[in-house]
């Protein structure tokens, strides 16, 4: 795919680009229907079903670019990446949901948070202060065996008050079909528009540490940002919630630590943690601020609006670092 794509004027690949952006959009929108179609068949709430199967399904397109990253020896991408997606979840992605639609968070969704994103900071921090700057493959199999309890701390979740019911003539299994179908079409997209940003990137001569930390975290991020819109719209932002919060966990459990596994160690490097760090730090203190000090338990407009800002900072310091 990337061999064919090199061949292609830059013109035709954001033409392209915009393409599988589109294709993207329109398939998270159905997506978010068969979820919803199936976490009332299995009567579990809709923060767990955002939060697993969605998350899943939409943290595939930055697991598939850290191997692939990993496999041409830019292990750097893979870091940025895990690590942008996730300050970009927690800002510009749940400021368009709240622009858009209600965001509510709940008490379980803000101890993960704290939870898994001082988790996430405190193995950033040591793995830099570390003699070789490197996540160790010892400490990816550590990740990956806390995925299981994550699930399980997840499905304990009580469902919330269904009020609307399957119809009957619904098939479960062709619910789960058309779900993996489109988030298949979804990863499909995002597979193509990442190679196509890493090739713009070195055609105009841009930070490969940097770039991924902002503008491929953030395509690859479309999965989640179509989510949350139409889910929003839709009026399930638990459900968008639960992916948002989900696929920022996932990206530390099993995108850096398949990654430090493949890698036999995940390097971190002066780049993108003079970036990362006190971004993450920033975006999770100013996150959890807006949860404690608010009594409607969701995100309003202006603090939708205040995140977005947030981001928007984060793109200037990186542009800063280029």
């Keep these: 795919m990337r061999n064919i794509l090199l061949q292609v004027p830059s013109v035709f690949l954001v033409v392209l680009l915009v393409g599988c952006l589109w294709m993207i959009s329109s398939a998270a929108d159905r997506m978010i229907d068969q979820a919803l179609e199936i976490s009332r068949k299995l009567k579990i709430s809709e923060i767990a079903t955002g939060a697993t199967i ?101 499905f304990k979740a009580k469902p919330a008050n269904v009020t609307q019911t399957t119809p009957s003539h619904v098939n479960f299994l062709l619910s789960l079909f058309k779900l993996f179908l489109f988030i298949g079409l979804i990863s499909l997209g995002a597979g193509i528009i990442v190679p196509i940003i890493d090739i713009l990137a070195q055609r105009f001569s841009l930070s490969e540490g940097i770039i991924s930390a902002t503008v491929i975290a953030f395509v690859t991020n479309a999965p989640e940002l179509s989510t949350m819109y139409h889910a929003t719209r839709k009026g399930a932002g638990d459900l968008a919630v639960g992916n948002v919060i989900g696929a920022n966990i996932l990206n530390i459990l099993v995108v850096l630590g398949i990654g430090s596994i493949l890698a036999d160690g995940l390097y971190f490097s002066a780049e993108n943690f003079y970036l990362q760090f006190p971004s993450l730090l920033i975006i999770v203190l100013v996150f959890l601020a807006f949860i404690f000090n608010s009594n409607k338990h969701q995100i309003s407009r202006k603090e939708g609006s205040l995140l977005i800002a947030c981001y928007g900072m984060y793109i200037l310091a990186s542009l800063l670092l280029l």
Excluded at 115 to 122: E, K, M, Y
């Design 54 to 154: 969605v998350a899943f399904g939409t943290v595939v397109t930055e697991l598939a670019t850290a191997i692939m990253a990993i496999n041409q020896h830019s292990p750097d991408i893979a870091v940025g990446n895990a690590m942008g997606s996730m300050v970009t979840n927690l800002s510009i992605i749940v400021g368009i949901g709240a622009l858009t639609g209600v965001v509510p968070i709940s008490r379980l969704v803000t101890l993960k948070t704290l939870f898994f994103s001082s988790l996430a900071a405190l193995v950033f921090l040591f793995t830099f202060l570390s003699p070789t700057s490197q996540l160790p493959r010892l400490a990816g199999i550590f990740f990956l065996c806390l995925t299981p309890i994550y699930l399980w701390f997840t």
